[in-house]
Nanobody, 122 residues
Framework: QVQLVESGGGLVQAGGSLRLSCAASGSIFSINFMNWYRQAPGKQRVLVATITSGGSTNYADSVKGRFTISRDNAKNTLYLQMNSLKPDDTAVYYC????????????????WGQGTQVTVSS
């Protein structure tokens, strides 16, 4: 079993910064993709940023140039540096690990964290 625990959320004024972390623990052989999603009140969960095991990244248009995703493969930890925050960034942010193998030839699995609240005041 794999657990994902997010931290770093909170309340910040518009224009401020926050850094989210997601620590993956348990029996992990490899993780192909690590992602950040967010879900605002009354809206669907949407993909914010993706990083592959090789370090390739992709971002939603709404956060390009403001957010930076990174990962420490040795520590199985994912980060999201969020700068120039806007009230529209207010949401619960979820860490997702996709294409997870717990052993070398095991099936690919998908895991989610419990979410961390980010609130940006105007």
């Amino acid at each position: 079993q794999v657990q994902l625990v997010e931290s770093g959320g909170g309340l910040v004024q518009a224009g401020g910064s926050l850094r989210l972390s997601c620590a993956a623990s348990g029996s992990i052989f490899s993780i192909n993709f690590m992602n950040w999603y967010r879900q605002a009140p009354g809206k669907q969960r949407v993909l914010v940023a993706t990083i592959t095991s090789g370090g390739s990244t992709n971002y939603a248009d709404s956060v390009k140039g403001r957010f930076t995703i990174s990962r420490d493969n040795a520590k199985n930890t994912l980060y999201l540096q969020m700068n120039s925050l806007k009230p529209d960034d207010t949401a619960v942010y979820y860490c997702n690990a996709a294409g997870v193998r717990v052993m070398k030839y095991s099936n690919y699995e998908n895991y989610w964290g419990q979410g961390t609240q980010v609130t940006v005041s105007s």
